[in-house]
């Protein structure tokens, strides 16, 4: 860059023996924190979380593509003609429509004002509501709800724990529960390991982690193919994995084992939770039905556009696109009342500050299994452009890694165990560790980053909706878009399966291979058959099926996968193990379609960075996809009761 801010000014990176990097987002200038509409004053001047975000971070047209002039938007930003207005009173950081202008901005609405000003009071109606809605229902019911499990009293003490926290914080910062820990690590944790030589520091975190692994993954009594024999598979299936990443990786003496270390022992210690408590049990399972009711109430829209009996019919057009629409328009009215940008903020400072990576990997990995691999880029676009290589590589394998929730809500409808996929799901969030602990084991850092030593969200106003209704309905035109595009892939990518398969087939007779006949799912199965062995499948004729099942993932896509594991004959004999842990597998984008999505939409996003990212998209893609192995041997490793996720109880509704 040609501009060198004062080092003064500059915010450094807490990288060690890197080159300084002038680009402008590390001023200090450019940072400032930016007035929440829920946020009273005290609230968020404690907030104190290293969470910034930026203007005047990058230069130049090829960084960030210019906006279409028809845009519906630009009414109401600022541009750099409005600023040259002698009338205009232009405040760059509200965005406030110029006096000049008769246009008003759609954002200051009145009951906005109204709002910020009486929000304390909206704030405690809302809670006491909510506050008597569940002591009503401890005094009608008790502590068992009759319409769920024995434990019903964990649901609603939950949901109003939930609401109670974020109204709390809307007015208390957050540094009330986050200091005295700080504090207490710091007196704790960081005295005793400064008292270990520096040498024996990782060798004990590694010993610490595997004993984690073998003492969660053997104590537990066996069950019918849950054998310790099996699980011992599963773990050196996992052993094998990570050997395999640091054999190949390109630089084995740039490795941060910290970030290692910790990825994998966060991923095992959640699905220790997930899978081996009652709790966690109970919580997915509450999850899994909140998904099925959302189906249903899908189901009520189609029924009204075409007739009661369509979608008993489980054709995929009317009983699983639908469905996808509808999640997809929830997602986006989430997004603009700042739901989901809450979790994904704590998500990220949790990857943050304990698995010490930059601040753009940590809001991508922590944003992707909400909005999937595409959107989640989009969230950091004017640093894609100054992203390093081992930084790319990380973005596009934390959209491999893992699933978006709009499609999860399609695979229940496919008629994948909900429960399975509903914890496959939220270790496939804790999969996010484990993918950004590959990432790093197979492409380390080396360069100095933008965003390391502080998480950096930009502002983005594009597209921004005026109000719920209006983002209710650009969901419902993008869900349309999605359903769209997952109607016209499968159609295609099983097209040209059936005549690769057709061709392979008439190939096949003439040296006399009949049975079973040579088809692609043939061929990739006997290369992904080490890898469902691997995963700890049991020996017992489900490899070679589990194998196919992966490949196919693989090579077509996780819907292709999922449809033949629930409709094809040949996979109805799979042992509840192999179910299960195949389940787990294909629960990622890990494709060849995704490769180009990837590619498509960081290329579009920073030009420039092209050849860089088709360089890496390959390595990233593998990477991804044996991040999402890593959850399939934790779940082989961890599960006894494989039976209890695919009874009649478990699955449906």
């Not at 990288?15 to 001023?27: E, Y």
């Not at 009661?308 to 989430?334: K, M, N, R, Y």
């Not at 304990?354 to 004017?382: D, H, N, T, W, Y």
């Not at 080396?446 to 969901?475: Q, Y």
């Amino acid at each position: 860059m040609s501009i060198t801010p004062d080092v003064r000014d500059h915010d450094s990176s807490p990288q060690q023996i890197v080159i300084q990097n002038n680009d402008p987002a590390l001023q200090n200038s450019h940072e400032h924190h930016r007035d929440h509409m829920h946020y009273n004053a005290h609230a968020e001047k404690g907030q104190g979380d290293g969470v910034n975000n930026s203007y005047g971070a990058t230069f130049g047209d090829d960084t960030i593509p210019h906006q279409d002039s028809q845009d519906h938007d630009i009414h109401r930003r600022r541009h750099a003609d409005m600023a040259k207005e002698p009338a205009a009173a232009v405040d760059l950081e509200q965005g406030t429509m110029s006096p000049s202008r008769s246009e008003e901005d759609p954002q200051t609405h009145p009951f906005s004002n109204f709002y910020k000003r009486y929000r304390t009071f909206f704030h405690l109606c809302f809670w006491i509501v909510f506050t008597g809605w569940w002591i009503a229902g401890l005094l009608l019911h008790g502590i068992h709800d009759p319409l769920s499990s024995n434990t019903g009293w964990l649901k609603p003490f939950l949901f109003w724990l939930g609401i109670s926290l974020r109204i709390v914080f809307f007015h208390v910062p957050i540094t009330v529960i986050t200091k005295p820990i700080h504090w207490a690590w710091e007196k704790t944790g960081v005295r005793l390991s400064e008292l270990l030589p520096n040498r024996f520091k990782i060798p004990l975190a590694a010993l610490l982690t595997v004993s984690v692994f073998l003492i969660g993954g053997f104590t537990s009594p066996e069950s019918e193919d849950n054998t310790r024999d099996n699980r011992a598979v599963s773990l050196f299936g996992l052993a094998v994995f990570i050997s395999i990443l640091y054999a190949t990786s390109r630089n084995r003496k740039a490795v941060n084992w910290h970030t290692v270390i910790v990825g994998m022992l966060v991923q095992f210690i959640i699905a220790l939770f997930v899978l081996r408590s009652g709790v966690g049990y109970d919580i997915f399972n509450f999850i899994s039905e909140l998904a099925r009711d959302l189906l249903g109430f899908a189901n009520q829209g189609t029924i009204f556009l075409t007739a009661e009996s369509v979608p008993l019919t489980h054709w995929f057009i009317v009983s699983t696109l639908p469905a996808v629409i509808f999640f997809v328009a929830l997602v986006q009215l989430c997004f603009y009342n700042g739901i989901f940008q809450w979790f994904i903020r704590k998500f990220a400072i949790i990857f943050f500050w304990s698995m010490r990576v930059s601040g753009a990997e940590a809001v991508v990995a922590a944003a992707s299994p909400f909005i999937g691999q595409g959107e989640s880029a989009m969230l950091i676009k004017p640093f894609v452009e100054h992203l390093t290589q081992a930084e790319l590589h990380q973005v596009m394998c934390s959209g491999f890694a893992t699933i978006a929730g709009s499609v999860l809500i399609a695979y229940i409808s496919l008629g994948v165990n909900a429960q399975a996929l509903v914890s496959s799901y939220f270790i496939g969030v804790m999969s996010i560790p484990a993918s950004l602990a590959i990432s790093k084991l197979r492409y380390p850092e080396t360069e100095e980053t933008l965003t390391t030593g502080r998480i950096v969200i930009p502002d983005e106003d594009e597209h921004k909706a005026a109000n719920s209704l209006h983002a209710f309905a650009n969901g419902a035109w993008l869900g349309l878009k999605i359903a769209g595009m997952i109607l016209s892939t499968l159609l295609c990518i099983i097209a040209l399966l059936g005549l690769a398969n057709g061709l392979l087939t008439w190939w096949g007779r003439f040296l006399n291979i009949n049975d079973p006949p040579l088809t692609v799912e043939l061929i990739v199965g006997y290369i992904c058959y080490p890898i469902a062995f691997l995963l700890g499948v049991p020996r017992n004729g489900d490899l070679l099926k589990v194998a196919q099942l992966i490949g196919t993932k693989l090579v077509a896509n996780e819907f292709v996968a999922y449809t033949a594991l629930q409709t094809d004959p040949a996979y109805a004999d799979l042992s509840s193990r192999s179910r299960l842990i195949v389940t787990y597998a294909l629960c990622g984008f890990a494709n060849i379609g995704s490769l180009g999505t990837q590619i498509g939409v960081l290329s579009q996003i920073a030009p420039g960075r092209g050849g860089d990212v088709s360089r890496l998209a390959l390595s990233a893609l593998i990477s991804g996809a044996l991040s999402t192995f890593t959850s399939a041997s934790i779940a082989g490793l961890l599960v006894t009761d494989q039976a209890a996720y695919f009874t009649p109880s478990a699955s449906s509704s």
